[in-house]
């Protein structure tokens, strides 16, 4: 993972296709290190969630190319990699569990980010109908340990069919329903990255098959 770091650092001050055609081998080799963490994951989770079934861990990794068409910045390449492990892999919309490697920005999490109209809509009345029990989950101590709070990605008023003045507004006006937690760069290279993140991951899932349910409900 040193490694891994160390390219993304070079890349992160050399972001243009020379410097990273001339290291492309590097690239590769990071690639390869980062789908190896995926694999491993993936059948860790699949211990405790059923849902997750067996892939390639190529279908969980994003690109690392960036889509500059319609963006201002023209930098070509991410200076990250990143899995995304759900059924259907990265670009499922199932809620899963996410880890992202950065010099200084890694973190671990999941959930469902930024999902489209209709499933968002099932996942606000999934919690309208079944508060406690969400907030049973994520008010645990042990799933606090890890992800204290939520991404805090809201609208500033009540979401189009709720009342303003519901009990649980507060939980409702969330337009991702998302849990992170940092992971430093010692801990990336450190023997315990693995174990922290299993254990992370295994609280997620509570709240993963929670979102799921609602999905379901489509």
């Not at 070079?10 to 020379?18: I, P, Q």
């Not at 009342?163 to 023997?191: C, M, Q, W």
Request: proline share 5%; with cysteine; aromatic share 14%.
């Amino acid at each position: 993972m040193e490694k891994v770091l160390q390219f993304l650092r070079e890349l992160s001050v050399n972001n243009n296709r020379e410097w990273f055609e001339a290291n492309k081998k590097r690239y590769e080799e990071s690639r390869d290190k980062v789908l190896f963490v995926t694999d491993v994951l993936l059948n860790e989770i699949r211990k405790f969630d059923t849902e997750i079934p067996v892939m390639d861990p190529k279908k969980c990794m994003f690109r690392i190319y960036r889509d500059v068409r319609f963006s201002k910045d023209k930098q070509p390449y991410k200076t990250n990699f990143g899995s995304f492990l759900a059924k259907g892999g990265r670009k499922s919309e199932s809620a899963g569990y996410y880890f992202h490697i950065e010099p200084g920005g890694s973190f671990m999490g999941g959930g469902v980010y930024m999902p489209q109209g209709e499933s968002l809509k099932a996942i606000r009345q999934h919690i309208s109908r079944f508060p406690e029990e969400f907030l049973e989950i994520t008010g645990h101590s042990d799933f606090k340990a890890f992800f204290p709070e939520m991404y805090d990605h809201q609208l500033k008023t009540a979401p189009k069919g709720f009342p303003k003045d519901h009990t649980y507004i507060h939980l409702l006006r969330y337009k991702s329903y998302v849990f992170t937690a940092p992971v430093t760069d010692n801990e990336l290279t450190g023997g315990d990255f693995f174990k922290k993140a299993v254990d992370a991951f295994s609280q997620l899932h509570k709240v993963n098959s929670y979102l799921n349910d609602a999905l379901r409900k489509i």
